[in-house]
C-alpha cells in the first residue's frame, strides 16, 4: 500500500529512488509506485556552452543508459553516447557462489579529426582522426552492500586487447609523424563500493562510494611521434596509471532535516609514462550519478576531456535544498591540482596548476517524468580567450523509458 510522503506531525523525508508514495503537487494527486530499479533505461540530452574556447563554444551531448540487475547472479550495465561507449556485464555460473565471469567493451572513436585544447586553444596542427576500441574479459566478485539494488561491491581483474588507430586530420602540420597503429593489451584491476541512498532523481542522498582503477598496459609497437617525431615512442610503449574516488553524502552538521544535504567528493589520479593517448583525462559535461558513473571525475567549466594529465587531485563539495517536491538547488565548489600543457615562449611546457571553482546547480521534474538539470560554473583557473577566468553552462534533460 502507497504512504503519504508527508505525514502531519512529521518530519519531511525526501522520496528514495524506487520507493512509492502518494503526493499532492500543486493540488493534484500524484502516485508513484514502488519499483526496485532492477530494469532500467534512460535517455540523457543537453548541451554545454564554454565562452572563449577557440573552438567547439557550444557543444550537445546525449546518451542512452541501460542497467540490468534481474538476479544477484547477473549484472548488465550499458552507457551508449556512439562516440564513448562502455558495457560491462557480468554473470556468475551455479556453484561460483559471489564469484563471476566478466565481459566489458569501451571505446573512443570520434567521427571528427580531435585535437588537444592548450590554455583553450586548440592545437590544429596536432590533430589526427583517432580511436580506440578495447574488448575485456576476466574474473570478478560481487555482492550486496546496502538496501537497494544497485548498492553493490565488485573487484574485477580484467584482460583487455584492443586496437589503437591514427589517421592525419585535415589541418595536421606537414611535419607531424602520426604514430601508426597498433594493438595494445591492458590489464585492469577494478574496484567498485557504492552504498549510497539516491533520490528520485538518482542524486546522492545519503551514504557513501569509492572505487578504483589499476591499469597496466603494453602497446605491440610503438614508435616516435608528433612535431619532427619529438615524442619519444619507446618511453610510452608500456604505461601504467591509477585512478581513485570517493563521495559521501548527508546532511548538515547539526540541523536533523532531510531537505539539506551535503555532497563531498575526492577524486585523484597518476600516470607513468603516459602521452597523450593514455594519460588520465580531465574535463567537464554532465556529472556522472550512477553506479559506475560516479567513478568519472568532472572539471567544472572545462569542455569535454580538456586535459591529459600525468597526476590530479580534486576535491568537490555541494549543498543542495530541497525547498519543495521534485525542485533541488544548491552551489557548488571545487579545488582541483594538476599537471597540464601551458604555452611558453612558443612552445608548450607541462606544470603543476590549482584550480578553483563555484557554481550553481538546480535540478527539477520536467514534462512527463522526465528531469532538467541546469548547471553554471566558474574556474578562475581555466584560461580563455589568453586571459585566466571561464565560464560554463551547461543543460540536461534526462528521463527514464
Not at 37 to 60: C, I
Not at 128 to 139: N, T
Not at 198 to 224: K, Y
Amino acid at each position: 500500500m502507497l504512504q503519504p510522503l508527508i505525514r502531519v506531525g512529521e518530519p519531511y523525508k525526501t522520496p528514495r529512488a524506487g520507493q512509492g508514495f502518494l503526493a499532492t503537487v500543486f493540488g493534484q494527486p500524484l502516485e508513484i509506485w514502488p519499483d526496485d530499479r532492477r530494469n532500467v533505461g534512460a535517455w540523457n540530452l543537453g548541451a554545454s556552452w564554454n565562452p572563449g574556447l577557440s573552438d567547439y563554444e557550444l557543444l550537445p551531448f546525449g546518451a542512452l543508459y541501460f542497467w540490468r540487475h534481474p538476479s544477484e547472479d547477473e549484472l548488465f550495465s550499458a552507457t551508449i553516447v556512439g562516440a564513448i561507449n562502455e558495457v560491462f556485464y557480468s554473470r556468475s555460473p551455479e556453484g561460483w557462489g559471489a564469484f563471476e565471469g566478466v565481459l566489458t567493451l569501451e571505446s573512443f572513436t570520434p567521427p571528427i579529426d580531435w585535437a588537444e585544447f592548450v590554455d583553450g586553444e586548440r592545437v590544429e596542427e596536432e590533430e589526427l582522426l583517432l580511436g580506440s576500441v578495447h574488448l575485456g574479459m576476466g574474473v570478478g566478485y560481487r555482492r550486496t552492500v546496502g538496501a537497494a539494488q544497485d548498492n553493490l561491491f565488485l573487484a574485477n581483474l580484467l584482460l583487455e586487447p584492443g586496437l589503437l588507430y591514427f589517421a592525419e586530420g585535415a589541418d595536421t602540420a606537414s611535419d607531424f609523424v602520426v604514430p601508426r597503429d597498433t594493438l595494445e593489451t591492458r590489464l585492469r584491476l577494478k574496484l567498485r563500493w557504492d552504498a549510497l541512498e539516491r533520490n528520485l532523481f538518482e542524486l546522492a542522498h545519503h551514504g557513501q562510494a569509492a572505487g578504483l582503477d589499476a591499469v597496466w598496459a603494453r602497446r605491440n609497437r610503438w614508435e616516435n611521434w608528433g612535431r619532427g617525431a619529438e615524442e619519444n615512442g619507446a618511453s610510452t610503449r608500456e604505461w601504467a596509471s591509477v585512478t581513485a574516488y570517493y563521495r559521501r553524502a548527508g546532511g548538515l552538521p547539526g540541523l536533523d532535516d532531510d531537505r539539506h544535504r551535503l555532497v563531498a567528493s575526492a577524486y585523484g589520479g597518476i600516470g607513468h609514462d603516459v602521452d597523450r593517448f593514455s594519460s588520465p583525462r580531465l574535463g567537464g559535461g554532465p556529472p556522472g550519478e550512477d553506479f559506475f558513473g560516479v567513478a568519472r571525475p568532472v572539471l567544472p567549466a572545462a569542455t569535454v576531456r580538456e586535459f591529459a594529465t600525468e597526476r590530479y587531485a580534486m576535491l568537490s563539495a555541494e549543498y543542495r535544498y530541497e525547498p519543495s517536491f521534485l525542485f533541488y538547488l544548491g552551489p557548488t565548489a571545487s579545488v582541483t591540482w594538476l599537471d597540464r600543457e601551458r604555452l611558453r615562449g612558443g612552445g608548450v611546457e607541462r606544470q603543476d596548476d590549482v584550480l578553483v571553482s563555484l557554481g550553481f546547480r538546480v535540478t527539477s521534474g520536467f514534462l512527463g517524468s522526465s528531469r532538467l538539470q541546469l548547471e553554471y560554473n566558474y574556474n578562475a583557473g581555466l584560461l580563455r580567450d589568453d586571459e585566466f577566468g571561464g565560464h560554463a553552462v551547461l543543460l540536461t534533460l534526462a528521463a527514464c523509458f
